[in-house]
Nanobody, 125 residues
Framework: QVQLVESGGGLVQAGGSLRLSCAASARTFSDYVMGWFRQAPGKEREFVAA????????RYADSVKGRFTISRDNAKNTVSLQMNYLKSDDTAVYYC??????????????????WGQGTQVAVSS
């Protein structure tokens, strides 16, 4: 069992920045591909970013490329999402996700093994 706890959400003006963090309880954190997803009101949960076990590979949704950066610290069992140049369309609940196994289908919500409780990000225009 893996517990994921997000922090760092809040209200920010368009063009601003936020940094989300996720602390994981996994004894073998480095065995998990880690990701961030988001869900806006009335919409399905969507993929935002992912990072592989070592942190050497990353993947981003087209909508956030160049603005968001995912990173991980295996020594501290944490994964972070630095969000810059935020837009009103980024407003959503952001979820930390952990997937055991393949890196290739990390974007699929049905493949995620563990979810955090979510943290709200609101961007005012």
């Amino acid at each position: 069992q893996v517990q994921l706890v997000e922090s760092g959400g809040g209200l920010v003006q368009a063009g601003g920045s936020l940094r989300l963090s996720c602390a994981a309880s996994a004894r073998t954190f480095s065995d998990y591909v880690m990701g961030w997803f988001r869900q806006a009101p009335g919409k399905e949960r969507e993929f935002v970013a992912a990072i592989n076990w070592s942190g050497g590979r990353t993947r981003y949704a087209d909508s956030v490329k160049g603005r968001f950066t995912i990173s991980r610290d295996n020594a501290k069992n944490t994964v972070s999402l630095q969000m810059n140049y935020l837009k009103s369309d980024d407003t959503a609940v952001y979820y930390c996700a952990a997937k055991y196994g393949s890196w290739y289908d990390i974007e699929r919500t049905v493949k995620i093994n563990y979810w955090g409780q979510g943290t709200q990000v609101a961007v005012s225009s």
